[in-house]
């Protein structure tokens, strides 16, 4: 038994090598290595074994490929570590470079990424810092001088349960997360405490990206309802506010269940909503 | 007694700096080199092959900033905190601009009301550190204005 396990096991790891770009757009599952581009061309139609790709001090031709979320480098192929659908962007700017690949992945619990905006809830207040939950290992740290306009006479009004509107500077495994309300030139930027009433909810990851792409239907439609604010955290949190509680929970709802309905179902529900 | 037996001086003694300025510099360079060997001999390394750094063109990020184009996370509708609507068109906008590298910086204070503020600016700053005497040369006008610095007065000589 151990004997055909291991035997296929190697045929698996020996045999599964594809080419990234032939995997666009189709589920890729942890533990299956990708060859980049210009591997697919050294290797040649029969290929698919272990041999060392030989490194022409001549051939400058290898571009600069940016790994992402799902993905892992190992040697000089990928290795994707989460299942979902294999994503790739071109470079858009003048510069050269290989593009992105990166996994499309859905998740509910998020893990706190350095860049991100995220909706956190004020826990505890300890002498300059406060602690914010931001559903990730542990409470990220948030210093008392990191809001817009704010000294050491002047402290910033926030209170234990406050929802805080931040991105993070500090995130990686080894170090507790730091977050700030204040981009580099010292602007608020919109980031700061967010107001009173509204709800905040939790949805997956993945809606709120697709949420905030820029063509989503979704935010049109929702937009075109009433009169509405709306946060979104990375961090799959979302906060809501409308005139009446009726219409908070309403658009809490719908973007709720948004992400299981189709797009007919979802036309209807709004001209219903539209009628009443 | 003592001229019978050569006084033999330790290895440590002739390396010291005064026993030394009397040799050649030839002696001394081999004294130099000696030491040199004895010391880096007694550094450790490591007994295994080179490793060939390979330059890896495949750069690892967790974000997924890089990767989608995503707008920003605050949005209001149909004026509901119209703060937030002019942020949405500040930021949006700035994203999908990113690539025009150079547009015109927006000036606080415009050139001329600028010229204007420095023209007044250094009569005032210059009057602050002008001596008891020079004050006079700061006298305002009836506008207000300082005029500019008069010619200083020099001691002439009475002629006779």
């Not at chain 2, 002696?27 to 010391?39: A, D, F, R, S, Y």
């Amino acid at each position: 038994m151990a004997e055909a396990v291991s035997v296929a096991a190697e045929s698996f790891a020996g045999g599964r090598a594809r080419g990234a770009r032939s995997v666009l757009g189709q589920v890729v599952l942890p533990g299956e290595e990708l060859l980049l581009p210009e591997q697919e061309d050294a290797e040649g139609p029969g290929g698919a074994g272990e041999r060392p790709l030989s490194l022409n001090a001549g051939a400058r031709s290898r571009v600069r490929v940016i790994c992402g979320p799902g993905l892992r480098r190992c040697g000089d192929r990928l290795l994707v570590t989460k299942c979902g659908r294999l994503r790739h962007k071109e470079p858009g700017g003048g510069g050269g470079g290989g593009g992105v690949y990166w996994v499309d992945s859905q998740q509910k619990r998020y893990v706190p990424v350095k860049g991100d905006h995220v909706i956190g809830i004020v826990t505890a207040k300890s002498g300059d810092i406060f602690k914010v939950d931001v559903g990730g290992s542990e409470p990220a740290s948030l210093s008392y001088l990191s809001f817009e306009g704010a000294t050491k006479r002047n402290r910033p009004n926030v209170q234990v349960g406050d929802l805080i509107y931040g991105q993070f500077v500090v995130a990686n495994k080894d170090m507790e997360p730091e977050m700030v309300c204040i981009d580099s030139c010292g602007r608020a930027n919109g980031m700061g405490v967010i107001g009173q009433d509204g709800l905040l909810f939790k949805v997956t990851l993945g809606l709120i990206r697709k949420l905030l792409a820029p063509d989503c239907e979704i935010i049109q439609e929702v937009g075109k309802l009433y009169p509405l604010e709306i946060v979104f955290g990375m961090n799959g949190r979302i906060w809501v506010k409308a005139k009446t509680i009726q219409q908070t929970l309403i658009l809490a709802n719908i973007l709720e269940a948004c992400e299981h309905m189709t797009s007919d179902q979802r036309k209807q529900i709004f001209s219903r909503l539209a009628e009443s | 007694m003592a001229a019978e037996r050569k006084t033999k001086l330790s290895k440590n003694l002739l390396r010291m700096k005064f026993m030394q300025r009397g040799l050649d510099s030839e002696t001394k360079k081999q004294l130099e080199e000696e030491e040199k060997k004895i010391i880096s001999e007694e550094h450790w390394y490591l007994d295994l092959p080179e490793l060939k750094e390979k330059e890896s063109f495949i750069i690892e990020e967790q974000s997924f900033l890089l990767c989608e184009d995503l707008l920003y996370g605050r949005m209001s509708f149909r004026g509901f905190n119209p703060e937030v609507e002019k942020l949405m068109l500040h930021m949006n906008a700035k994203h999908k601009a990113e690539e025009v590298e150079d547009e015109t910086v927006e000036l606080d204070v415009s050139d001329e009301e600028m010229a204007r503020r420095y023209e007044t600016f250094v009569g005032t700053i210059g009057k602050k550190f002008a001596r008891k005497r020079d004050h006079a040369n700061y006298e305002e006008d009836e506008n207000g204005d300082i005029q500019p610095i008069k010619a200083k007065k020099m001691f002439l000589k009475p002629q006779d």
